[in-house]
């Protein structure tokens, strides 16, 4: 049964709360004259945030910290409530120091209102960041040089003040995305999936802004779990060695907080922001649960003590965002006729079940090879790799390959109908990041050193700089399964 909010009722837990805090401060020392604008440090170790006092520190945040906090509104609640998103990074570098793209990290908090301790949570994960950067930590100096964070801290804000779970139109907003919405015994999924404000411009986010995540977390508080996917089925998902090792790690080295799938570890779960991250979006995602041992709207343990351990766990999977994908490399490829012999390994801890080689001509082409194609296919801005698959079948030897995890793997690749015998020309590693279907396609250029013809003649593959411009137009017309690409 779902019982209104009661604003009176509200207002004495307030109180109540208020005494309770105010028994811890009179024995703390004062704040000091210093201490950030919206919550003194005392109180903030102490209070969970309203709205207001998270709006005054974020805002402090970005005004103190320009050169690597961005603020900005991604939208409204219900009640017209800002939705505040932090982009949190080194920005004086676009990208890491070898040039590569950075990791992009997305956070959200408070789905649910009175889940304040998930909500702290988030916020402690931005504080760590900003305030090891400011410190000089160099550990967090080295993350920010090479890592996007992009953190929205409170999404329920109308919840959270009325301190209930559902938003103002009673609705759980856990239970609002669009993947198998309202397709298990559940409560209060909203009319339609996205059919809130709050569900709908976190989807937009994730998929204008961060379609590349390399890691979605969202925060919540009941039981002491991390849940990766599925919620819908018992069964384990696609990348489920990716999420074991992940697991391993953690429980042997940083917390005993159980890591299961959400069916088996919670309960039967659908329309969840985690599974649309995993199913739709490619993510690899986790809820991360902290126990319920909240009182009402404050804390007599500091928060930063409080979850120090759930902030250990967060810093490794931060730290270690690169593993958590395929990440392929050509060991050798040598040019014998009409094959290509293949060696290549996987750095990443997650397989990739679709990986191929692209073969262009040079570098002006706008026409590139697959294997098994007796004629070159036309780089289109329209062209969806699934129109070609009656030429090209990944599970086809001689056509793809899959790679598990930190595996390698020999194949041999048909490009008989390819001018390859010269041994030049442009090769192109395809391969989707994970297992998962919806995960993106990335185009990598292979080192000239790694190829080679049989007959031992080098190859004369362009220098990779040279080839961005051209590889940057070429690779993005060529979508993935879910019409998401990357180069």
Known sequence: MIVAYDPFIGAMRRLVTALVVASVLAVSAAPAATAQIGQPDIIQEHWYHSYATLTLDLNAWADDYPEIVNMFTIGQTELGRELWMLQISDWSQETKPDGAAKEVVYIDGGHHGNEHLGTELAFLVAEYHIEGWANGDQEVLDVLATTELHVLIMLNADGNDFDTRWNVNQVDLNRNYDHYWNTCPTTQPGSSAFSESETLANSIYMNEVVPHADLYITMHTGVWIMLYPWGKWPEQPSDWEMYHHIRDEVNSNISEIPIRNANQGLYPNCGTSRDYGYGVMGYPTFTFETDDEQFLLGTVEALSERLGEELDVMNYLIENVWYWRARLVVDSLEIDGGKVHLSVSNFGHASTSNATLLYFEDEDSLEFWLPGSDEPTEVTGAMDIQEIESDFNFSTPGYGFAVNATNSTVTTLD?????????????????????????????????????????????????PSMLLVFLAFALATINGRNGKSED
């Open 415 to 463: 490009f008989t109908g390819a001018p390859i015998s010269s041994g030049e020309g442009i090769w192109v590693l395809y391969y989707q990041k994970r297992a998962v279907d919806s995960s993106m396609w990335v185009g990598e250029a292979v080192n000239e050193s790694a190829v080679e013809l049989k007959a031992g003649e080098s190859s004369m593959l362009p220098a």
